[in-house]
């Protein structure tokens, strides 16, 4: 079992930047594929980054943001830089056995934490 919290969510102007932060707990991270979604109000959840020994993007926030990972203390993270107003969602940290982008391959998940772009 693995349990996340993120924490880092605010509101930003739009261009600003925001550090969104995952512990976890239960089990060592290294194990895992570790990805950040994201789901907007009367969207579905959608995939933001992924990394196992590099970094997977969606198309939307390729070159603005940055996933990272730090085993030793069991910590991802998602930098955001050039916020934009549609990047306006709840952002949910989540790991699971293999890199991919739909929902279903990830076991575990945080509560997630808001984050909120104006313009």
């Known amino acids: 079992q693995v349990q996340l919290v993120e924490s880092g969510g605010g509101s930003v102007q739009a261009g600003g930047s925001l550090r969104l932060s995952c512990a976890a707990s239960g089990r060592t991270l290294s194990s895992y594929v570790m990805g950040w979604f994201r789901q907007a109000p009367g969207k579905e959840r959608e995939f933001v980054a992924a990394?196992?020994?590099?970094?997977t993007y969606a198309d939307s926030v390729k070159g603005r943001f940055t996933i990272s990972r730090d085993n030793a203390k069991n910590m991802v993270y998602l930098q955001m830089n050039s916020l934009k107003p549609e990047d306006t969602a709840v952002y949910y940290c989540t790991a699971g056995p293999r890199l991919r982008t739909d929902t279903n391959a990830y076991p575990y998940w945080g509560q997630g934490t808001q984050v909120t772009v104006s313009s």
């Open positions: 990394l196992n020994w590099a970094g």
